[in-house]
């Protein structure tokens, strides 16, 4: 059973650049959360995708955006880059039947905006 | 924003010894949960205790909620070198939000 996946692992990005990240979640999961990471910090919240739509969404500008697919894969688009959005990107999956108590998390994204 | 805090920001301790974290947070709650994150790779769950709880067990883990104090401690019973790693404990909100709110982490180091 494979769990949540990532890609890429690391991804170099310079200011003004557009980046895409992926998601694959948990199998049987159908929701995908994404959070920001930054050095010596905890995550924070960016949004969670259900059936294909953003049904919450933390404090984060619209250059966060993101989409998920019939498979409930998922992806994260981030415009404009800031050198304040170098951090560990992490996708987790949860499933409603559960609750979606229980987030489980890819082993993460690490963007780096030169 | 961060939930709350975690105390101590950074633990060292010799193998065998207990370690203790604490996790303080701001708002009402459906769950609290620690998850481990070792060298910034993705978080492992390792326990979730739910508002109604006050204490809970999981092999060497123990964890307790006090809801009136808006806290909840993590103990891991005779550490391990491979215990070495960052704790945080979050939020699930009682506000029917599905996001997880974290503390800001305690490190620990566990010599051998």
């Known amino acids: 059973d494979a769990g949540v996946t990532q890609s890429p692992t690391h991804l170099i990005k310079t200011r003004g650049q557009q980046v895409t990240l992926r998601c694959s979640p948990k199998s049987g999961h159908d929701t995908v959360s994404w959070y920001q990471q930054a050095l010596g910090q905890g995550p924070q919240f960016i949004f969670q995708?259900?059936?294909?739509?953003?049904?919450q969404r933390g404090n984060f500008p619209d250059r966060f955006s993101g989409h998920q697919f019939p498979n409930y894969s998922s992806e994260l688009n981030v415009n404009a880059l800031l050198l304040g959005d170098s951090a560990l990107y992490l996708c987790?999956?949860?499933?409603?039947?559960?609750?979606?108590?229980?987030?489980?998390f890819g082993p993460g994204t690490r963007l780096l905006v030169l | 924003s961060q939930q709350g805090e975690e105390d101590p920001q950074a633990l060292s301790i010799q193998e065998g010894e207990n370690a203790t974290m604490n996790c303080s947070y701001k708002?009402?709650?459906?769950?609290l949960q620690w998850y481990r994150q070792n060298s910034g790779r993705g978080l492992v769950h390792l326990i979730l205790i739910r508002s109604n709880e006050r204490e809970k067990h999981s092999g060497r883990l123990r964890v307790t909620l006090d809801t009136s104090k808006k806290s909840s401690s993590l103990l891991i019973t005779a550490s391990r070198a491979a215990d070495t790693a960052s704790y945080f404990c979050a939020t699930l909100g009682g506000d029917s939000s599905y996001k997880l709110i974290f503390g800001s982490g305690t490190r620990l180091l566990v010599r051998p």
């Open positions: 708002t009402s709650i459906n769950n």
């Open positions: 987790a999956s949860s499933d409603t039947g559960q609750l979606r108590e229980t987030q489980y």
């Open positions: 995708y259900y059936e294909e739509e953003e049904r």
